[in-house]
C-alpha cells in the first residue's frame, strides 16, 4: 500500500514509470496467498473436532461479507473525501499498526498460539 502512494512520483520518472505497478500487484498476490493459508491454517488448528468447516465459514463470512461491506461504506467515503492516495496511505499505516501488536503479542504470548493454548508447531530455527 505505501507503494502505491508513491505511484505518482513513480509516474513523473518517464513513461516507463508506470510499469512500476506490476510489481506491486505480484506482490499483493503473494503476500495474500501467504496471509489466506495461514488463517485457514490457524482456524483448522484452534477448532474444536467436529467444527473445522464452521471455523472456515465463519473466516469467509467475515472476510468476504462484513469486511468488504465495512470497506466499502467506509473506506469509499474516505476515498470520496480525501482520494486514492490517502486512502492506500491510512491502509499502510493501519497494517504497520496491526504488525507492531502482532510483534507485542507474539513477545507477551512466546509461542502458543491466542485462542485455546493450542501448540504452535516447532520450527526448523
Not at 495461514?38 to 473466516?59: M, N, W
Not at 463470512?61 to 482520494?83: C, E, M, P, Q, S
Not at 492506500?88 to 504497520?96: E, R
Request: hydrophobic share 50%; aromatic share 12%.
Amino acid at each position: 500500500m505505501a507503494s502505491y502512494v508513491l505511484l505518482p512520483w513513480f509516474a513523473k520518472l518517464g513513461p516507463w514509470g508506470v510499469w512500476a505497478v506490476l510489481p506491486f500487484e505480484l506482490l499483493h498476490g503473494v503476500t495474500f496467498a501467504i496471509q489466506w493459508s495461514a488463517v485457514t491454517t490457524h482456524a483448522g488448528r484452534v477448532a474444536p473436532d467436529g467444527f473445522h468447516a464452521s471455523a472456515h465459514q465463519l473466516i469467509n463470512t467475515i472476510y468476504f461479507g462484513l469486511a468488504r461491506g465495512f470497506g466499502a461504506a467506509v473506506g469509499g467515503r474516505i476515498f470520496d473525501a480525501r482520494g486514492g492516495q490517502f486512502m492506500f496511505a491510512i491502509g499502510a499505516l493501519q497494517s504497520l499498526v496491526t504488525l507492531a501488536l502482532c510483534g507485542v503479542g507474539r513477545s507477551l504470548f512466546g509461542r502458543e498460539m491466542l485462542g485455546r493454548g493450542v501448540p504452535a508447531p516447532a520450527s526448523d530455527h
